[in-house]
């Protein structure tokens, strides 16, 4: 613990006591850069197979040369952000894919500050169902294909797995140490199309449905940004800006488009 010049005591972050003790203003929320799953799972798809080739566990899967060109571009562009819009906290995913993303961006943009991981912003687990491409959970898991058509993707658990309103649980949690344990008036979580799907249903009180369609109509980019406000600190969330990578169209770099099943709606 140390004190600033103005005489508040800052904590090991550098976080004052006045940002500690105020609710968060602003939520950045970023997909991590491609990963050699995105495309070996984009691959598994287009070649009719039932198991994605990947490398590592999902835990350990690295980004693609892509998704760092990608990682970059973003840190270049989170470079401009004036110094006093900055975030006060960057959180990732402890998965390597989005720690990376998150480790490179930050290097570039030149912040002195440490990515911090969270457990609870990790991708969706899969359970048995880990690796299988849709032809794959068909043919090798029918009763559980029929069972996840039937219940839709916001309540379907594979066996060993989580639904996505197990997902949104984690979230609720991460929300209420925005306040609660003063993480910072801005904050940068790095994490997973899933997760900030989820982050959108309970910023936003959005109903199954409106989710579902959401899901199933627009796909998270990879190294996109999207961007939550409250001036106040306090009450609701307003959705600024959602799913952009004009950055990354801007310095030349590839933008991907690797989502998850479509398949999303009750039956």
Not at 123 to 130: K, N, T
Not at 180 to 208: K, P, Q, T, W
Request: hydrophobic share 40%; charged share 25%.
């Amino acid at each position: 613990m140390d004190t600033s010049a103005n005489g508040n005591s800052a904590d090991d972050r550098g976080l004052t006591q006045a940002v500690q003790e105020a609710g968060a203003v602003e939520l950045l929320l970023i997909r991590h850069g491609e990963s050699e799953g995105n495309v070996a799972a984009t691959e598994a798809r287009d070649a009719g197979v039932e198991v994605i080739d990947v490398p590592a566990r999902d835990a350990d899967v690295n980004l693609s040369g892509t998704g760092q060109d990608q990682a970059k571009a973003l840190g270049t562009a989170l470079g401009r952000i004036a110094a006093d819009l900055r975030p006060d906290a960057v959180v990732s995913s402890p998965y390597a894919r989005a720690r990376q993303t998150a480790e490179i961006a930050v290097e570039t943009a030149g912040w002195p500050m440490p990515v911090r991981t969270d457990e609870r912003l990790r991708d969706r687990e899969l359970g048995i169902l880990d690796r299988l491409t849709r032809l794959g959970v068909e043919n090798r898991y029918p009763e559980e294909s029929e069972r996840r058509e039937w219940l839709g993707k916001l309540y379907y658990r594979p066996p060993g797995g989580e639904s996505w309103a197990d997902v949104a649980l984690r979230i609720r949690s991460v929300l209420a140490e925005l306040n609660n344990l003063g993480m910072g008036h801005r904050v940068m979580l790095v994490c997973h199309d899933a997760v900030i799907m989820l982050f959108r249903y309970v910023l936003e009180g959005l109903s199954e449905k409106e989710l579902l369609d959401l899901a199933a109509t627009e796909t998270i980019l990879n190294a996109s940004m999207t961007r939550f406000v409250r001036p106040s600190g306090v009450g609701p969330w307003t959705l600024e800006s959602f799913n952009v990578a004009d950055h990354l169209r801007e310095q030349g770099v590839t933008v991907t488009e690797h989502g998850g099943d479509t398949s999303v709606r009750p039956q």
